[in-house]
């Protein structure tokens, strides 16, 4: 299964654009980064059969090991591309948020759109690494 992060804004170079890529070249998964503009612009096609998690402070907050059984079901019932939309400054559409299968939240507070990419790649590694028995994610 792809895992597309599909985000506002550009990141440039930056502390988290290489944060974001270190996490992102770890994931044994297909991976794309796609930056679209702060407003407007089209996405990419979707593969067929693709699911849509839109982050949003407003979403359900998931624990690692839940986070990573959701991947997993997805992938096990033949999604082709699991998408994770990052709004920029003033956050999604309406239209965005309700065409999400899932929102998520990594809490209450509003991160800045920069480190939510960096945030996401590395729950993303989390996931794969728990859902391959690797030793990365210790529970405690």
């Known amino acids: 299964m792809l895992l597309h992060i599909i985000a506002r804004g550009k990141i440039g170079r930056s502390p988290e654009a290489e944060l974001t890529e270190r996490y992102l070249k770890r994931i044994n998964w297909p991976t794309r ?3 679209l503009p702060d407003k407007g612009g089209s996405p990419p096609e979707a593969a067929s059969n693709s699911i849509n998690v839109v982050l949003d402070e407003r979403g359900k907050s ?3 090991i839940e986070f990573a059984r959701k991947l997993e079901g997805w ?3 033949g999604r082709r591309e699991a998408r994770f939309w990052i709004g920029a400054a003033d956050g999604h559409d309406t239209a965005v948020r309700d065409q999400a299968d899932l929102l998520l939240s990594f809490g209450p507070a509003t991160w800045p759109h920069m480190m939510v990419r960096a945030m996401l790649a590395e729950q993303l590694f989390r ?3 728990i859902l391959a028995n690797h030793p990365y994610h210790r529970e405690g």
């Open 33 to 35: 980064m796609t930056e």
């Open 62 to 64: 998931l624990g690692s």
């Open 75 to 77: 992938r096990d019932t």
């Open 127 to 129: 996931a794969t690494s």
